[in-house]
């Protein structure tokens, strides 16, 4: 199914049979095991996602009709192939609607979102939001962001940590753990983000509150270890 650069896509039918080819007892099996909650799986590896998506190439229309399929693996394909500069805002909130598992949610806002214009404008939305995958994929953006993004300032960064901090008592786990994932990816920016995370890791730390307290420790046992220590350190040798 390799597309040459100057021909249309192949069409979803096309695409949802090159995936069930690729599609595995032990593939379906594993989403129980990651506790992925998925719905019309296929159990198709995220590698042979990958695979198919190179074969696809980028199409915002194909994309668009992956995702309608509601498949599991067509959404997580969705994701590596739309264009992001013609993804909306009201796109952003149709999809983070329709997150019903961490995959979905992370792999969108992994592959996708965090390399739209308006990402950052997605995660103050998003902060604040009921529903479970919604504010999940706040946080799973900013994580993203963290580790994609090479022009946004430490300012841009600090603003959203009171985000976090007041996300941190979500009693969902897969919230908790979004909000821990980041501020873990804050504190390894920049020694100057690295101070201020760690600072509301340790409040949290010392929180009465169980969930906040969790988030905080998670996150000090990471921003102290000798991983971090290490990446700092040659981050701050590049820029002398």
């Given at each position: 199914m390799a597309r040459q650069p100057s021909s249309p896509p192949p069409p979803v039918s096309e695409i949802l049979r090159a995936l069930q080819a690729l599609a595995?007892?032990?593939?379906?099996?594993?989403?129980?095991?990651?506790?992925?909650a998925a719905s019309q799986p296929l159990g198709?590896?995220?590698?042979?996602?990958?695979?198919?998506?190179?074969?696809?190439?980028?199409?915002?229309?194909?994309?668009a009709a992956l995702w309608a399929t509601?498949?599991?693996?067509?959404?997580?394909?969705?994701?590596?192939?739309?264009e992001p500069a013609r993804v909306t805002p009201t796109q952003m909130d149709r999809w983070a609607r329709d997150f019903d598992n961490w995959a979905v949610c992370d792999t969108l806002c992994f592959?996708?979102?965090?390399?739209?214009?308006?990402?950052?404008?997605?995660?103050?939305?998003?902060?604040?939001?009921?529903?479970e995958f919604v504010r999940r994929a706040a946080f799973a953006l900013m994580a993203?962001?963290?580790?994609?993004?090479?022009?946004?300032?430490?300012?841009?960064?600090?603003?959203?940590?009171?985000?976090?901090?007041q996300a941190a008592d979500d009693s969902r786990d897969l919230v908790r753990k979004g909000v821990s994932w980041a501020l873990r990816t804050t504190g390894r920016r920049s020694g100057?983000?690295?101070r201020a995370a760690l600072a509301?890791?340790?409040?949290?730390?010392?929180?009465?509150?169980?969930?906040?307290?969790?988030?905080?420790?998670?996150?000090?046992?990471e921003l102290t270890g000798p991983i971090v220590a290490r990446q700092l350190q040659r981050r701050a040798a590049k820029k002398r």
């Amino acid at each position: 199914m390799a597309r040459q650069p100057s021909s249309p896509p192949p069409p979803v039918s096309e695409i949802l049979r090159a995936l069930q080819a690729l599609a595995t007892p032990r593939d379906l099996a594993n989403l129980q095991r990651f506790g992925i909650a998925a719905s019309q799986p296929l159990g198709v590896s995220m590698v042979n996602v990958q695979k198919v998506a190179r074969q696809v190439g980028r199409d915002h229309r194909t994309a668009a009709a992956l995702w309608a399929t509601g498949i599991y693996e067509a959404r997580l394909l969705a994701a590596h192939v739309d264009e992001p500069a013609r993804v909306t805002p009201t796109q952003m909130d149709r999809w983070a609607r329709d997150f019903d598992n961490w995959a979905v949610c992370d792999t969108l806002c992994f592959a996708l979102f965090d390399r739209t214009p308006h990402a950052w404008g997605r995660v103050d939305a998003w902060a604040s939001a009921r529903p479970e995958f919604v504010r999940r994929a706040a946080f799973a953006l900013m994580a993203s962001l963290a580790v994609h993004d090479k022009v946004s300032p430490d300012d841009t960064y600090m603003a959203r940590l009171p985000l976090i901090e007041q996300a941190a008592d979500d009693s969902r786990d897969l919230v908790r753990k979004g909000v821990s994932w980041a501020l873990r990816t804050t504190g390894r920016r920049s020694g100057v983000l690295h101070r201020a995370a760690l600072a509301v890791a340790r409040r949290l730390a010392a929180s009465t509150d169980a969930g906040r307290r969790w988030v905080g420790r998670d996150a000090v046992r990471e921003l102290t270890g000798p991983i971090v220590a290490r990446q700092l350190q040659r981050r701050a040798a590049k820029k002398r």
